[in-house]
Nanobody, 127 residues
Framework: QVQLVESGGGLVQAGGSLRLSCAAS????????MAWFRQAPGKEREFVAA????????YYADSVKGRFTISRDNAKNTMYLQMNSLKPEDTAVYTC????????????????????WGQGTQVTVSS
């Protein structure tokens, strides 16, 4: 069983920054794609960013490209999301998820390929 625990959310003013962390249990963390999703009130969950098992490949939603950076430290079984230039529309519950053990640009944006999910952390950006 894999457990994912997010931290780092909070309240920040527009233009500010936050760094989210996702700590994973298990011995094979580095074998899997990891991703961040978010869900705002009244909206569907949306893909934010994904990173390959080794960390060398990343992919971002257009809405966060250039502002957010996804990274991982496999020695610590932890993934991060550095969020800069935050906007009120970034307000959402951010959740990390474990994906497949292969990289496919065609599927990593789909929640269906992720099998373990954290509880989420709230990010609120005030205007």
């Amino acid at each position: 069983q894999v457990q994912l625990v997010e931290s780092g959310g909070g309240l920040v003013q527009a233009g500010g920054s936050l760094r989210l962390s996702c700590a994973a249990s298990g011995r094979t963390f580095s074998s899997y794609v990891m991703a961040w999703f978010r869900q705002a009130p009244g909206k569907e969950r949306e893909f934010v960013a994904a990173i390959s098992g080794g960390g060398g490949t990343t992919y971002y939603a257009d809405s966060v490209k250039g502002r957010f950076t996804i990274s991982r430290d496999n020695a610590k079984n932890t993934m991060y999301l550095q969020m800069n230039s935050l906007k009120p529309e970034d307000t959402a519950v951010y959740t990390c998820a474990r994906g497949p053990n292969y990289w496919s640009i065609w599927s990593i944006r789909s929640a269906r390929v992720y099998d373990y999910w954290g509880q989420g952390t709230q990010v609120t950006v005030s205007s």
